[in-house]
């Protein structure tokens, strides 16, 4: 079936620190959707990006469609962007329903 | 725009008992989906819906649950009747039909606790 794999697991980052999440996907993409999951079990898009690069505050997000892969970038960690990164990547039907990778925890200490 | 209403935010109910979970998405999106989280299986579509039918429900768990759409403006998800092993958070999402837009938007979400 349909791989989405996401890293690093967790992440502990000093406040003010960059950091860098990476899913990679088993086959072509057509929805590649980021989203952030807070600690109160919200769960937020922050992408839809099944390619290119787009930029939103201080958080970017690329996908390399022809290389199976996605990065969101966070800059200036702040202790709101702590909780669970999930990256979701669309079925490839009509629907593009989603399959979520299994996420990142982060959690950014002050 | 409220964004994606689900209700209640918690529900405990003995086993046995049957349960409604209920959600409103935005309006004039097309699709609505429900998804379950858990610790061990992560975030598992259930069921999703087009215009109101149901498209796909080869998520669902079993003959115990089942789902609605009766109009463009709400949609139920049951579970009757109810196990422990349904204890979950169960979210609704729903999704534009422009296709530069198609990220979802998910509700707050139902935390069901089963005893």
């Known amino acids: 079936g349909i791989q989405v794999e996401q890293s690093p697991p967790d992440l502990i980052l000093q406040e003010g620190a960059n950091s860098t999440l990476r899913c990679n996907f088993s086959?072509?993409?057509?929805?590649l959707q980021w989203f952030h999951q807070n600690p109160w079990g919200q769960l937020i898009n922050l992408f839809y990006i099944p390619s290119g690069t787009k930029q939103n505050g201080r958080l970017s997000a690329t996908t390399v469609a022809t290389e199976r892969y996605s990065l969101l970038y966070i800059s200036s960690s702040q202790t709101t962007d702590s909780g669970v990164y999930f990256c979701?990547?669309?079925?490839?039907?009509?629907?593009?329903?989603?399959?979520f990778g299994t996420g990142t925890l982060l959690a950014v200490q002050p | 725009d409220a964004g994606v209403i689900q209700s209640p935010r918690h529900e405990v109910t003995e086993m046995g008992q049957e349960v409604t979970l209920r959600c409103k998405p935005i309006s004039g999106h097309d699709y609505l989906f429900w998804y379950r989280q858990t610790m061990m299986r992560g975030l598992e579509l259930l069921i999703y819906f087009n215009n109101n039918v149901p498209i796909d429900d080869s998520g669902m768990p079993e003959d115990r649950f089942s789902a609605k759409m009766p109009n463009a403006s709400f949609s139920t998800l049951k579970i009757q009747p109810s196990e422990p092993r349904d204890s979950a958070v169960y979210f609704c999402a729903s999704r534009s039909p422009e296709r530069a837009n198609y990220g979802y938007t998910f509700g707050s979400g139902t935390r069901l606790t089963v005893v």
């Open positions: 086959d072509s993409v057509n929805n």
């Open positions: 979701a990547k669309g079925d490839g039907g009509a629907t593009n329903k989603l399959i």
